[in-house]
T-cell receptor, first 115, second 115 residues
């Protein structure tokens, strides 16, 4: 049972336009959400995060929105650049069960930014 | 300082062989996580250490998988009697604090191929 879902395997966007990557989750116990970017043959790199007590967090060109009632979050990249082309993973944590703060990942969305 | 370092980057094993994968976390990071990433999937949690204590091993797929972190820094993931379904990228991540919502920093991973 996939607790974190990224339903779009891929997305293609023109350089300079907005990229919107979506993520849905099923467990209301999650209280912290992160986005990671991954280039081929490299490990995931942290991009931006948001706590469940907020509905928006912004860092430069990257903004994450959280809609708790819909159990949905999205990552906006404005303006998109060719160097943003990578696989983007949504991850969630906070299931408790002791000291573990393990991340539950979605399956990723491949973003291609066309020059 | 250096990021999370994993070795080897690539490992080819014959079915039935034992393998050992090494992770050097970021200096001073208390928490260390191991994840397994199958092709086309997001990383999946294997096990978690806080210092030298293995506090969660609920994600280890079988008793052939064993992890240790004897001095609270370097960790080793060992897989005994490897099988083809063990082929995956094994990712190590570390974070500064154990319980608080902290960002996990990932290494580049070890790609294991079992023939």
């Amino acid at each position: 049972d996939q607790q974190v879902k990224q339903n779009s395997p891929s997305l293609s966007v023109q350089e300079g336009r907005i990229s919107i990557l979506n993520c849905d989750y099923t467990n209301s116990m999650f209280d912290y959400f992160l986005w990671y970017k991954k280039y081929p043959a490299e490990g995931p790199t942290f991009l931006i995060s948001i706590s469940s007590i907020k509905d928006k967090n912004e860092d430069g060109r990257f903004t994450v929105f959280l809609n708790k009632s819909a159990k949905h979050l999205s990552l906006h990249i404005v303006p998109s650049q060719p160097g943003d082309s990578a696989v983007y993973f949504c991850a969630a944590s906070g299931l408790g069960g002791g000291a573990t703060n393990k991340l539950i990942f979605g399956t990723g969305t491949l973003l291609a930014v066309q020059p | 300082g250096a990021g999370v370092s994993q070795s080897p980057r690539y490992k080819v094993a014959k079915r039935g062989q034992d393998v050992a994968l090494r992770c050097d976390p970021i200096s001073g990071h208390v928490s260390l996580f191991w994840y397994q990433q199958a092709l086309g999937q997001g990383p999946e949690f294997l096990t978690y250490f806080q210092n030298e204590a293995q506090l969660d091993k609920s994600g280890l797929p079988s008793d052939r998988f064993f992890a240790e972190r004897p001095e609270g820094s370097v960790s080793t993931l060992k897989i005994q009697r490897t099988q083809q379904e063990d082929s995956a990228v094994y990712l190590c991540a570390s974070s500064f604090q154990g319980i608080a919502k902290n960002i996990q920093y990932f290494g580049a991973g070890t790609r294991l191929s079992v023939l």
